[in-house]
C-alpha cells in the first residue's frame, strides 16, 4: 500500500515550456486534490476533483489545467510555464469529508 | 473572507519545555479542523484533527489541542517538546459539506534547542 504518490520529485523547466505531474493513490479515494506551497503563504488548493471524471476550480487555477480519467490518478499540467509557478507541489486525496492524504511533493523550478 | 491565522512564523524552545502553537479561524460556521506537521523536505503528516465532541482532541506523537468556540480557536500543545519535534506546523480547515477542500494558515516553524 503505497498511499499517495507523485511523479516527478523534481523538475526544471524554461519560462514557456509545458509538463504534467501524475498523482496515484492506491487507497479508492473519491476525493483528490492538488495544492501548492510557496514560502509564508502555507499551502494553496489550485484544482481538486470530487469523483472520476470531474474536476473543479480551487483558490488559485490560473496557469494549471487537470484531469481525472482514471479514480486513481489526478494529472497537473502547466501548458506555459511562467516564472511564478515555481513552487512546490503537493498532491492529496480522501474519502469524502474524511482526512487527506498527502504525497511527497514536487519542487518544481521554472527558469 | 475565510481564513486561518497562525500569528506565530518562528517559535523556539528548550528540549523538555512545554509548547503551545495557535490557530484562529474566520469561518460563519464552525468547521473541521486540522493540524499538520511537515518535517523539512517531506509531505504533510496529520497530528489531529477535531469534527465535533469533546473539545479537547488527542493526536499523534504526544500532541492535542483544543477547540474553543467562543474564540474561534484551535491551539496545538505539548507538555514536553522533543528535538525531533523540530518541524513546521499548518493548522487547516475545512468547510462541513465543502468537498473537503483544505484553508492553511501560513504556517509556524518550531526550532528546538538541546
Known amino acids: 500500500n503505497a498511499g499517495v504518490t507523485q511523479t516527478p520529485k523534481f523538475r526544471v523547466l524554461k519560462t514557456g515550456q509545458s509538463m504534467t505531474l501524475l498523482c496515484a493513490q492506491d487507497?479508492?479515494?473519491?476525493?483528490m486534490y492538488w495544492y501548492r506551497q510557496d514560502p509564508g503563504m502555507g499551502l494553496r488548493l489550485i484544482h481538486y476533483s470530487v469523483g472520476e471524471g470531474t474536476t473543479a476550480k480551487g483558490e488559485v487555477p490560473d496557469g494549471y489545467n487537470v484531469s481525472r480519467l482514471k479514480k486513481q490518478n489526478f494529472l497537473l499540467g502547466l501548458e506555459s510555464a511562467a516564472p511564478s509557478q515555481t513552487s512546490v507541489y503537493f498532491c492529496a486525496s480522501s474519502y469524502s469529508e474524511e482526512t487527506q492524504y498527502f504525497g511527497p511533493g514536487t519542487r518544481l523550478l521554472v527558469l | 473572507a475565510q481564513s486561518v491565522t497562525q500569528p506565530d512564523i518562528h517559535i523556539t524552545v528548550s528540549e523538555g519545555a512545554s509548547l503551545e502553537l495557535r490557530c484562529n479561524y474566520s469561518?460563519?460556521?464552525?468547521?473541521?479542523l486540522f493540524w499538520y506537521v511537515q518535517s523539512p523536505g517531506q509531505g504533510l503528516q496529520l497530528l489531529l484533527k477535531?469534527?465535533?465532541?469533546?473539545?479537547l482532541v488527542q493526536g499523534i506523537k504526544g500532541f492535542e489541542a483544543e477547540f474553543k468556540r467562543s474564540q474561534s480557536s484551535f491551539n496545538l500543545r505539548k507538555p514536553s517538546v522533543h528535538w525531533s519535534d523540530a518541524a513546521e506546523y499548518f493548522c487547516a480547515v475545512s468547510l462541513r459539506g465543502g468537498y473537503n477542500k483544505l484553508i492553511f494558515g501560513a504556517g509556524t516553524r518550531l526550532a528546538v534547542h538541546p
Open positions: 477535531y469534527f465535533s465532541g469533546d473539545t
Open positions: 469561518y460563519g460556521a464552525t468547521p473541521y
Open positions: 487507497m479508492n479515494h473519491e476525493y
